[in-house]
Each structure stands twice: as C-alpha cells, then as structure tokens.
C-alpha cells in the first residue's frame, strides 16, 4: 500500500505530538507514524518513582497546559502518559500506530518513507524519534566477563526487584542518581561515577533549566560563547528522593572503575567490589538509523541542522534530540518552539 500526504511525522512521543500541534495550525496534512502500540511515547517504560523536575503548568505541550496532579507537585511518569493520550485526542491528531519506519528515501521531489505497514510519500517529514529507543553502554574492559546481571536505565522498574542484593549503578547524571537513590534503602548499593557529582541548588528545578537552555542558545545563535548571563554549578537536579538520600548520606560516589571481572567491578589499584547486577545509567544516542539512507550523519553521529532543518535535506526535519535541535527540545516544555519552526518552514517550503 503506497499513500501521499504533505507531511509525515515519525514519533509519535511528545516531540511528534507537538509538532502535530502546529502542523494543524497551519492547515498542513500530515500523519504521525508511530512505533508504540500505545501512547505516551517513551514516558510509559520509565521507571516507577520517576517524576517530572518541574510543576505541570511548566511541563507543558503547546495548547493547552498540563492539569496538575492531585497531591503531587511534580507529576509522575503515569500522569504525564494520561497528558499525552488526552493531548492526542483533544487536537484529533492523525496518529497511526504501531508502524515502525524502516527508512527515509529521497525519490524525486518527494521522500519515500517506507514502513512495516506500506509505503507513505511526502514533501517534508519530521523525524522526532528521540533517544530512548537507543540506549548507549561504554567500552569497558571486561564487560562480557561478568558473571552477574547488567541492565541500561531502560530496563530499570522498581527497587524491589533488586532487594538485598549487591548493585552497582553507574553514571553521575540525573537517571544515575535517582535510580541510586531509589536503591539506596533496599540494596547494598555502590553508586560510580566518571567524575565527583554535582548537585544543582536544592531550589533549581525545570524551569530554570529551560530558562538557561534558552538562554545559551540565544548566545549561540548572537555568536556569543557566553550562556546568556547564566551559570549553572552543577548537573544533577535534586529532586525530592535524591535529596534525602543525599543528606541522610547513602549517596556516596565512587570514581569509575577501570574493568569488569566476573563477580563485580576492579579498580585500577587492584581493588575490587563485589556485584550481583551492575545498571549502566550511562545515556542514549539519538535514534536515527531510519535516515540512514539519506547518508546525512557526520562523524559525530549528529546530522548538521541549521535550527531544526537538516542543512544537507530541507525536506528532512529533526526534533526532540536535545540542544542541537531546539533548546532542551527534549523536554515537554521545550518541544513546542521548535515544533513551531519545523511548521512554519515546512510550509513555506509546501507554498514555494
């Protein structure tokens, strides 16, 4: 089956919805192709304890501002999978799922974008398949040695799953620290990381983090290598539970170890740590293996954009993969601007 519309958006997370959003506005025809059998995009595979860094009324698609959630000051992982259902159905967004996009093609004055349910032709698609599907895990020496079990932020549910046992959590972000606080009360929990964490103020949250994203890109784009008069001294937002595990101190780092042996972890010095399951809070990678056929990529894995429009394929726009295609564009509250750029020159593409 071959089909024909203006606009196909791939993702149908929060990046794809918002664009959604402002394609309507404009009178666009479009459909969101997505590969989840539900909605809610990557926020319904979060693990349990997760909640929101901001207020819902900052937490926000554009349209309409997220309710607040009963007794909850910072939404959790469920309330915001409810926000983006509804979201769908109160813009009547075309989303069609689960269709997995196998790859993008040029194919004349369109682009062919070829699923596993048929073939769709269009002059413009927006890619806004984010990072999660796309879980990276470091080269370290000796990781298939290990005898015990090894997991990525992805697999990670619920502190319950591990209780009593020896955990190693790596990573000194944000996932890594609320993941090791969650297990710090259950578990005999050694937290590594790269480099001594950070903590943020106890009373910086989402909205300043996107105030500051702002900010810097706004330099960047007046070239100015200056952040916009903000700075930031730390990376790590403390929210609520890795606040407490931090004061009550069961938050300790330890620095990177250097290899994997098969019953835990060996520092350059010789010493070792026992594990039984090692959870490699360590990020994602964007997931862009469907464009792979319009040989866009640079050496980074990043393709070049000028805003959200790849500089290499005007057709072609990308959105939700972090800075480089929008001010914390990968958050619920910075999707909306650049969903509105990728619109408004995607249709003045459409009437040139």
């Given amino acids: 089956m071959t089909r024909t519309t203006q606009v196909v958006v791939i993702g149908g997370g929060q990046a794809g919805l918002a664009a959604g959003y402002h394609l309507r506005r404009r009178g666009l025809e479009f459909v969101v192709l997505d590969a989840r059998t539900d909605p809610g995009g990557a926020w319904q595979h979060t693990w349990d304890s997760l909640h929101l860094?901001?207020?819902?009324?900052?937490?926000?698609?554009?349209?309409?501002?997220?309710p607040p959630q009963p007794?909850?000051?910072?939404?959790?992982?469920?309330?915001?999978?409810?926000?983006?259902?509804?979201?769908?159905?109160?813009?009547?967004?075309?989303?069609?799922?689960?269709?997995?996009?196998l790859a993008v093609h040029r194919d004349g004055q369109l682009l062919r974008v070829e699923t596993d349910s048929g073939t769709w032709?269009?002059?413009?698609?927006?890619?806004?398949?984010?990072?999660?599907?796309?879980?990276?895990l470091p080269a370290v020496p000796g990781r298939g040695a290990f005898g015990g079990r090894q997991l990525h932020t992805v697999d990670y549910r619920r502190p319950q799953d591990f209780a009593g046992r020896r955990v190693i959590v790596v990573g000194g972000g944000n996932s890594g620290a609320q993941i090791a606080a969650d297990l710090a009360h259950d578990t005999q929990l050694t937290w590594v990381t790269q480099r001594p964490p950070r903590f943020l103020a106890d009373d910086i949250d989402g909205r300043v983090l996107f105030d500051v994203a702002?900010?810097?890109?706004?330099?960047?784009?007046?070239?100015?290598?200056?952040?916009?008069?903000?700075?930031?001294l730390g990376d790590i937002v403390a929210v609520p539970p890795v606040r407490e595990a931090r004061d009550r101190g069961l938050l300790k780092a330890t620095p990177m170890f250097t290899r994997l042996v098969p019953g835990g972890v060996e520092w350059a010095d010789g010493t070792r740590a026992e594990a039984d399951v090692i959870i490699w809070c360590t990020g994602f990678r964007p997931a862009l293996s469907h464009l792979a056929p319009l040989q866009l990529r640079g050496r980074h894995g990043h393709i070049d954009t000028a805003g959200t429009r790849a500089v290499d394929e005007p057709r072609l726009h990308l959105l939700g993969y972090g800075d480089w295609t929008g001010p914390a564009s990968a958050t619920l509250i910075g999707a909306g601007r650049p969903a509105r750029d990728a619109a408004s020159e995607i249709a003045a593409l459409l009437a040139g």
Avoid: C
């Fill in 53 to 66: 860094f901001s207020p819902a009324a900052y937490s926000s698609l554009p349209g309409w501002l997220m």
């Fill in 71 to 101: 007794g909850e000051e910072y939404p959790d992982a469920a309330h915001v999978v409810t926000y983006l259902r509804d979201y769908e159905k109160r813009y009547e967004l075309d989303v069609q799922r689960p269709v997995r996009v």
């Fill in 121 to 136: 032709h269009a002059r413009a698609v927006i890619s806004a398949t984010g990072t999660w599907w796309r879980p990276f």
């Fill in 214 to 232: 702002s900010a810097r890109r706004q330099a960047l784009d007046e070239g100015r290598t200056d952040n916009g008069g903000v700075a930031l």
